[in-house]
């Protein structure tokens, strides 16, 4: 997906060490809405990046949308569109999604079925919803890549995660292991990524891996971590938990099934730069990669068979001043 934002906000992000605590904590994250295109749009709830936290691991941005008639608001139809430096995460709740990209793909991207997009030195891709779909729903994430991988070839990989299922529960390991069952798919960094359904009251310990800050995003239901003071979340927000945690016991106290999607890693402790549909490491970096774009570089390559009016998505304006870091500390569980 694009951030079809027309001044995106700038983002440097830097990790760094921070305090601890005796009591499982979890810091709250508020969505903004987004909404991407015209007067049709859709609108999606931004959760990454924003002032208050612009990683969790490696995991740099995270779009929350739906369900969503397609049928009153047109649905899901971006043009071809660049990314460097990252790889894209598209989950689906429900509805189809059609992907093509400059590597020659044409995919669908289904409910429960993982599609990543590597792009590393640079690729571009569209995305629409396909006619049968009545209702569009899921979510968007985004990977930084490590400065020793910003620079790889691009690709893409597709995989179909097994349900694992507990007396009311339901659980689709998409990247990196939990509760024993692994994602075969290749990141860069150590990642996981998620969904878990839970019936009402239903509750689950989830063993996790202590150097990793995770994030826990509420599609339906009411989620409360177990042990912690903070309130319950309600659909749209992420707790964030910081490092250090060896458990992560979670409740739905809502009367509705609950899903949420979980994302973790170990922090990402580089200086990154992301502006628009760029990851880079310097100011320098967004403006070549912008001006490549614009000027229809071997970089991102052709997308071939998009139907739509856009055959090269304009880039937003540069801002007026240089883009600066943002400071990104790590908590602690």
């Known amino acids: 997906m694009s951030n079809l934002e027309i001044q ?10 921070s305090g601890s605590s005796q009591r499982p904590t979890m810091d709250v994250l508020t969505a903004r809405d987004v909404p991407l295109g015209g007067p049709r749009a859709m609108t999606v709830h931004r959760t990454l990046p924003q002032r208050r936290r ?33 790889q894209t995460v598209s ?4 509805g189809e ?33 396909t006619p049968d779909t009545t209702m569009l729903h899921g979510v968007q994430l985004w990977i930084a890549l490590p400065e020793s991988a910003a620079d790889t070839p691009r690709d893409f990989a597709h995989h179909v995660p097994a349900v694992v299922e507990r007396e009311g529960i339901a659980l689709r390991v998409f990247l990196g292991e939990l509760l024993g069952e692994r994602s075969p798919v290749h990141t860069f960094t150590p990642l996981v990524g998620a969904e878990i359904t839970m019936v009402p009251g239903a509750e689950i310990e989830l063993p996790v891996t202590s150097s990793f800050e ?6 339906a239901g009411r989620i409360r971590l ?37 994302i973790g890693g170990t922090p990402l402790d580089e200086e990154i730069i992301m502006w628009w549909n760029f990851l880079g490491r310097s ?10 774009w614009t000027d229809h570089s071997e970089r991102f390559g052709q997308v071939e068979g998009y139907q739509g009016d856009v055959q090269h998505l304009p880039a937003p304006a540069l801002p007026t001043t240089h883009l600066r870091p943002r400071h990104n500390t790590p908590g602690r569980a």
Do not use: K
């Open 97 to 129: 999604i059609e992907h093509r990209d400059t590597l020659g793909n044409h995919a669908m991207v289904r409910p429960g079925e993982l599609n990543l997009m590597t792009a590393g030195h640079g690729i571009a891709h569209t995305e629409v919803s």
């Open 8 to 17: 995106p906000p700038e983002l440097d992000c830097r990790s760094g060490a």
């Open 283 to 292: 100011h320098d970096d967004i403006v070549r990669y912008r001006q490549e």
């Open 226 to 262: 177990v042990d912690s003071p903070t309130a319950p979340l309600e659909r749209t927000e992420m707790g964030y938990v910081g490092v250090g945690a060896t458990h992560l016991r979670l409740r739905n106290d809502a009367d509705e099934e609950a899903r949420l999607v979980i």
């Open 214 to 219: 995770h994030g826990i995003l509420v599609d």
């Open 91 to 94: 989950w689906l709740f429900s």
């Open 54 to 86: 612009s990683l969790i691991g490696a995991w740099c941005f995270a779009d929350h949308y739906g369900p969503d008639d397609v049928s009153a608001t047109g649905g899901m139809d971006v043009p071809p569109h660049p990314h460097t430096g990252l």
